[in-house]
């Protein structure tokens, strides 16, 4: 992980502002436990940064480590956004909002770097 997170480090400041963005964000769901879709951010989340860490470890720092979101968000935005109109009122609601909008923009982004990466461009650095 602090290998990964050194790579992480060395891109420009808005990726590294992004990336940890990201991690309290969907860390953040152990704040509302008590709700479903807490539950459901929280075990994706784990899935996703277990799939990352194998991956890297497996392929380098390349553009593929967009896949594990692509394979672990893609279902979680579908689920997310099928429940919205059931989020919980106040904070767990706003944080579900703000939760669903960051990672459907970061879905676009690893949607394009998997492509890329299968079409030959696979160095982030």
Same mark, same amino acid.
């Given at each position: #992980?602090? %290998?990964? #997170?050194? @790579? !992480?480090?060395? &891109?420009?400041? =808005?990726? &590294?502002?992004? *990336?940890?963005?990201?991690?309290?964000?969907?860390?953040?769901?152990?704040?509302?436990? @008590?709700?479903?879709?807490? @539950?459901? !951010?929280?075990?994706?989340?784990?899935?996703?940064? $277990?799939?990352?860490?194998?991956?890297? %470890?497996? !392929?380098?720092?390349?553009?593929?480590?967009?896949?594990?979101? !692509? $394979?672990?968000w893609t279902p979680l935005v579908v689920?997310?956004?099928? &429940?919205?109109? &059931?989020?919980?009122?106040?904070? *767990?609601?706003? =944080?579900? =909002? $703000?939760?669903?909008?960051?990672?459907?923009?970061?879905?676009?982004? /690893?949607? $394009? /770097?998997?492509?890329?990466?299968? #079409?030959? /461009?696979?160095?982030? %650095?």
């Amino acid at each position: #992980m602090l %290998e990964f #997170m050194g @790579k !992480v480090f060395s &891109q420009p400041l =808005w990726v &590294q502002v992004w *990336v940890c963005w990201m991690m309290l964000l969907n860390t953040a769901a152990v704040l509302f436990l @008590k709700h479903k879709a807490a @539950k459901v !951010v929280l075990a994706v989340w784990v899935g996703n940064v $277990i799939t990352m860490m194998v991956l890297f %470890e497996m !392929v380098g720092y390349v553009r593929l480590l967009g896949l594990p979101h !692509v $394979i672990w968000w893609t279902p979680l935005v579908v689920y997310l956004f099928s &429940q919205r109109r &059931q989020f919980p009122a106040g904070l *767990v609601s706003t =944080w579900l =909002w $703000i939760l669903l909008f960051t990672n459907s923009a970061s879905l676009v982004m /690893d949607y $394009i /770097d998997v492509a890329r990466y299968f #079409m030959g /461009d696979g160095a982030l %650095e």
